[in-house]
């Protein structure tokens, strides 16, 4: 089973149904995910500021954190430089601009 860090931006654009969504499922199906403890904080600021923003209703936020709660992710300290490395997943690059390469970190 592959390991893959995955960042709170990844995750957001699962819970909020983007158009990378689907890319991001099939990239990281039958993967063991990891991620800091620290997104459930910026999973809680995104929709914070969202809801402020009036971009989500509080409904449409709780629903989405629900979905959050469901993906099997193990939390654990990531060392700096493998976090890095997952920022091509952190603003979709690779998912968007290139067509034939796994743009995840691995081990």
Request: glycine fraction near 2%; charged fraction near 20%.
């Amino acid at each position: 089973m592959k390991t893959i860090i995955i960042d709170t931006s990844a995750i957001m654009a699962i819970i909020g149904n983007e158009p990378e969504k689907p890319k991001l499922i099939e990239v990281t199906q039958d993967a063991e995910l990891i991620a800091p403890p620290s997104v459930h904080w910026e999973i809680g600021n995104a929709f914070s500021a969202l809801f402020k923003k009036r971009q989500v209703t509080l409904a449409q936020a709780l629903q989405a954190i629900q979905a959050y709660q469901q993906i099997p992710i193990l939390f654990r300290e990531v060392e700096l430089t493998n976090h890095l490395a997952v920022m091509c997943v952190t603003e979709y690059l690779c998912l968007r601009r290139l067509s034939n390469r796994q743009c995840v970190t691995t081990r």
